[in-house]
């Protein structure tokens, strides 16, 4: 049985374009206003690739404010289709008691929201209709119903990157059981490219991407909460949509090679394949002889980078790692 069967709603519900985003660029899935026959349509796509799924989820628009029965009708395509259980992400400002009671008496089995940032100025600047304590009060909410994720982002509008690791920390807290963290790109087409032409908007390099996106890996992981995904997928958004910003094929890898390093600076020792090369220039006496230390997670090794590096998110940003990032930058590039 294959895992997660993703439909795309873009815009769906939404109410507003926050300055960043264009989904029909980053899905390429057209915005349609029937989303009962497109669910179905992509529904019918994926069978094609395996006959059975676990799951069914909802993804892009803000799938909390379709109209109730709306969403009732796509709860059924999941039975229809005998597809066990249903999550859709949302923004947390649709999470009301009405939501939550739907969500209890239907088969939903995780819901994500798309916080972004914590930060009220950053928020609204980029054109997201909530505030901070808005945030938890969803997912304490949520989490009275179902297990709850949280789409963060790094490199925003006005953000100041060490926030970001901070918004990783207050979330890390709550009880969430999934993240996903992805570095702000500039689309073609969205108000935030206006702003990068106009002189208002700088993109974070990749190596700030990286570091800041390190950072917001090592809190959750040291807190056994999972990352789903870091970066957005190579194919994500159409050829040449991509006007500016951190984006690298390896995101996600690059994220974890950088963690890591800072493992070995303070002191760890594993056995590590990637860019193996770096590191062992770098950290000599960081592998066993008889690699016997093969079996470290990266629980444990986050747990440690934390310990030793993040005690202050802007210091992390500001010290020692960032070499470590601009070096990675260098060999990822050039290796």
Not at 93 to 109: A, C, F, G, P
């Amino acid at each position: 049985m294959a895992g997660i069967l993703p439909v795309f709603f873009p815009f769906a519900a939404c109410g507003n374009r926050c300055v960043f985003c264009d989904q029909r660029a980053i899905t390429r899935t057209a915005e349609r206003e029937d989303v009962l026959s497109s669910a179905a349509c992509q529904i019918e796509k994926w069978k094609g690739f395996a006959p059975h799924w676990e799951e069914l989820a909802f993804y892009g628009g803000n799938f909390g404010a379709l109209p109730p029965g709306v969403r009732k009708e796509l709860y059924g395509l999941a039975e229809a289709y005998g597809i066990k259980g249903v999550r859709f992400s949302t923004r947390p400002d649709t999470i009301t008691d009405d939501l939550i009671s739907e969500i209890k008496n239907s088969r939903v089995t995780f819901v994500e929201l798309g916080v972004q940032s914590l930060d009220d100025r950053v928020l609204a600047l980029n054109g997201r209709p909530y505030g901070g304590k808005d945030v938890f009060r969803a997912v304490e909410r949520v989490l009275s119903a179902v297990p709850c994720g949280v789409q963060l982002m790094t490199g925003m509008y006005a953000q100041r990157a060490y926030s970001s690791v901070d918004d990783a920390k207050a979330l890390a807290k709550t009880g969430i059981s999934a993240a996903r963290i992805y570095p702000t790109l500039v689309l073609r087409d969205t108000e935030l490219f206006s702003l990068m032409e106009r002189g208002l908007y700088r993109p974070l390099d990749l190596a700030g991407a990286l570091l800041s996106a390190a950072g917001m890996y090592t809190v959750f992981k040291s807190e056994d909460i999972q990352v789903i995904r870091m970066g957005l997928p190579e194919d994500a958004a159409e050829d040449g949509h991509v006007a500016a910003g951190p984006r690298h094929k390896a995101f996600g890898d690059l994220v974890k090679t950088l963690v890591v390093l800072l493992y070995f600076r303070c002191g760890g020792r594993c056995r590590f394949f990637g860019y193996k090369g770096m590191v062992r220039r770098l950290f000599k006496d960081a592998f066993p002889s008889d690699e016997s230390s093969g079996g470290v997670g990266f629980g444990h090794i986050c747990r440690r980078v934390r310990r030793y590096f993040l005690e202050d998110s802007q210091r992390f940003l500001e010290g020692e790692a960032a070499y470590f990032a601009e070096r990675l930058v260098r060999e990822a590039y050039y290796r």
